[in-house]
């Protein structure tokens, strides 16, 4: 069975400052990862995702990821938040077979302070 | 080209009645999955398609729920005797096939009175 922790239910930054949203997996075998961002009243977008290519994720909107199977960890970092960043963030894995049904965490609120 | 979309976007619905929420997916994706957002439970995954089959439909929360596909397109997720715990937003995805990106629409939010 797989499953996803995201440690507290909202973050809140200054605008400019770093993003840091933790996640960590438990998963029996070796994992796809991804990070989902949700706007009020919208669906989920895919942010990055983890498919067991380079650890360091890159994806939209300046936020990246790192895989460290160490840590069982897949956290999503920004170096400079933007007022728009004020958001919902998921994080998900599935596993790398024919059905990658998502389980994900409970979300993160994020908040930007002016 | 279109995303996946879903309607009704809201439904309003008595206790005991039975609904039906629809999923067009995007053109050419064969996976499909239906997924529910709820403020206790969180995202949970309910059911996958792969092509009109439902390979898995472990997270079907009871036999009140129920799904269909057809022309490895549209899928419609039926609830019967809609209790208020269904209250919730009900999400569909689809994607090109396992394993690959998965697009979400927009939801549909479902209340029951």
């Known amino acids: ?114 | 080209g279109a995303g996946v979309s879903q309607s009704p976007s809201n439904k309003v619905t008595e206790k005991g009645k039975d609904v039906e929420l629809r999923c067009d997916p995007i053109s050419g994706h064969t996976a499909l999955y239906w997924y529910r957002q709820s403020l206790g439970q969180g995202l949970e995954f309910l059911i996958y398609f792969q092509g009109n089959s439902a390979p898995d439909k472990s997270g079907l929360p009871s036999d009140r729920f129920s799904a269909e596909r057809t022309g490895g397109s549209v899928s419609t997720l039926t609830i019967q005797r809609t209790q208020q715990e269904d209250s919730a937003v009900y999400l569909c995805a689809s994607s090109f096939g396992g394993g690959q990106e998965q697009f979400f629409g927009p939801g549909t939010r479902l209340t029951v009175l």
């Open chain 1, 1 to 114: 069975a797989q499953s996803v922790t995201q440690l507290g239910s909202h973050v809140s930054v200054s605008e400019g400052a770093l993003v840091l949203l933790r996640c960590n997996y438990s998963s029996s075998v070796p994992p796809y990862l991804f990070w989902y961002v949700q706007y009020p009243n919208q669906g989920l977008q895919l942010l990055l995702k983890y498919t067991s290519a380079a650890t360091l994720v890159k994806g939209i909107n300046g936020f990246e990821a790192e895989f460290k199977k160490s840590e069982t960890s897949f956290h999503l970092t920004k170096p400079s938040a933007h007022m728009s960043d004020a958001a919902e963030y998921f994080c998900a894995v599935s596993d790398p077979g024919a059905n990658s049904k998502l389980t994900f965490g409970k979300g993160i609120t994020l908040s930007v302070r002016p």
